[in-house]
Nanobody
Framework: QVQLVESGGDSVQPGDSLRLSCGVS????????IGWLRQAPGKEREGLSC????????HYSDSVKGRFTISRDNAKNTVYLQMNNLEPEDTATYYCAASYRAVAAPGWESAMDYWGKGTRVSVSS
């Protein structure tokens, strides 16, 4: 059974940094894509970044490119999202998701098959 568990969400001030973690278990293939998405109240879900396990290829949305960094620690079965220079517009629930069939390219977010329950990030002064 595939399980994805997010952690690290918090309430912070503009300009602060946070690192989100996604613990991954139950995936049975060496190849998959793990991604981070978010959904703010009243807005559509937005794909932020993903990473593939075969070649560590990454993809970022324009809204977070240069501020957010995705990485993974195979030994800990964990994928991270380092978020710097946070803005009030980053307030949302952040989800990690996984797929065996996705590729780290535009449109990856539509191919996610497994989801975590989310972690809340709030940015305000």
């Amino acid at each position: 059974q595939v399980q994805l568990v997010e952690s690290g969400g918090d309430s912070v001030q503009p300009g602060d940094s946070l690192r989100l973690s996604c613990g991954v278990s139950g995936l049975t293939s060496d190849y998959y894509v793990i991604g981070w998405l978010r959904q703010a109240p009243g807005k559509e879900r937005e794909g932020l970044s993903c990473i593939s396990t075969v070649d560590d290829l990454t993809h970022y949305s324009d809204s977070v490119k240069g501020r957010f960094t995705i990485s993974r620690d195979n030994a800990k079965n964990t994928v991270y999202l380092q978020m710097n220079n946070l803005e009030p517009e980053d307030t949302a629930t952040y989800y990690c998701a996984a797929s065996y069939r996705a590729v780290a390219a535009p449109g990856w977010e539509s191919a996610m098959d497994y989801w975590g329950k989310g972690t809340r990030v709030s940015v305000s002064s």
